[in-house]
């Protein structure tokens, strides 16, 4: 297949390169710029700026699929400036996406969009699946509901959006500073420790992606997450478990916003998110369980 990653040099972009390219498809990553080392690596990767498709649309003609990643990381101060840039590095993207497709003659079989599963909003006892009415009750809601009002201007393609959770990796993403206090021996709950943790392994991450788009029948809103969510004290213990490390060390909520400020809300509050569709459609997880997802990952 031929297909075009946005954000491709991330940590799921990695994922997908390596994933892909060991499937000998041909990848062509849209980048704001093009690495120096671009000349080197493997032939069947391509890189191609934005600049040079805003000209040239065209370079993107006969794709078999589209995936955009792209976005700034939530990882940070929520500052005004930190909100903003945020909210704008999504909505750039998408917009740039779906003008870019509207001008090809011979348009990709399906886009995935990435968005994520803040779009339901939090709850301690709620289940969220993919038909469970989106709420907007703070930033990360709010900018997941632009987002993906935004992807719907993508117009005569497949379109999957995407709502990724936490996804578990070795090599990048949360996991590996989640991890740490733990492997220090200081690890315990966040606050409470009750609120849902919805998580998904890298590999099925790539996997499911990779799954969309071969399934033709699959649209529309994809929960990326495991079936099996686990509160942030059960996820807590499984990494202490799994190190062989105390589990004792908690976390005070007001402690926690005054280090991190507003990001805090993403870490003490949660949604237990139920992957309905990936299963629907027979989708299987490599990594159902929260345990043997950590021993992998160890």
Avoid at 12 to 25: F, R, S
Avoid at 26 to 44: G, V
Avoid at 160 to 165: A, F, N, P, T
Avoid at 246 to 265: D, H, Q, R
Wanted: glycine fraction near 8%.
């Amino acid at each position: 297949m031929k297909i075009a990653i946005c954000g491709g040099t991330g940590f799921i972009g990695k994922a997908l390169q390596e994933h892909w390219l060991k499937d000998g498809h041909h990848l062509i990553i849209i980048t704001r710029k093009i690495p120096t080392h671009a000349t080197t690596i493997q032939s069947q990767i391509e890189h191609i700026t934005w600049d040079q498709l805003e000209h040239h649309p065209e370079l993107l003609e006969n794709l078999d699929a589209l995936v955009n990643l792209a976005g700034a990381s939530l990882s940070q101060r929520w500052t005004t400036q930190a909100k903003q840039r945020i909210i704008e590095s999504r909505l750039k993207t998408v917009s740039a996406v779906s003008n870019l497709v509207s001008q090809l003659k011979k348009k990709p079989a399906v886009v995935i969009q990435a968005s994520a599963i803040a779009i339901y909003g939090t709850s301690n006892d709620g289940t969220f699946e993919e038909t469970s009415p989106t709420r907007v009750m703070d930033f990360p809601s709010d900018v997941v509901q632009q987002w993906e009002d935004a992807a719907d201007t993508i117009q005569e393609v497949r379109l999957v959006k995407l709502r990724v959770s936490v996804v578990l990796g070795s090599h990048g993403g949360a996991y590996p500073m989640m991890k740490l206090p733990f492997r220090l021996g200081v690890g315990g709950r966040i606050g409470s420790g009750q609120q849902w943790m919805s998580w998904i392994h890298i590999t099925d991450m790539v996997r499911l992606i990779d799954f969309c788009i071969l399934h033709p029948e699959v649209n529309g809103p994809v929960n990326a997450a495991a079936p099996h969510p686990v509160t942030n004290d059960q996820f807590g213990r499984t990494v202490a478990a799994v190190y062989h490390r105390p589990y004792w060390f908690p976390i005070p909520s007001f402690l926690l916003k005054a280090v991190v400020g507003e990001l805090s809300l993403i870490l003490l509050q949660g949604q237990r998110v139920i992957p309905s569709k990936a299963l629907e459609h027979g989708f299987e997880f490599t990594f159902p369980e929260i345990r043997d997802a950590l021993q992998d990952l160890k």
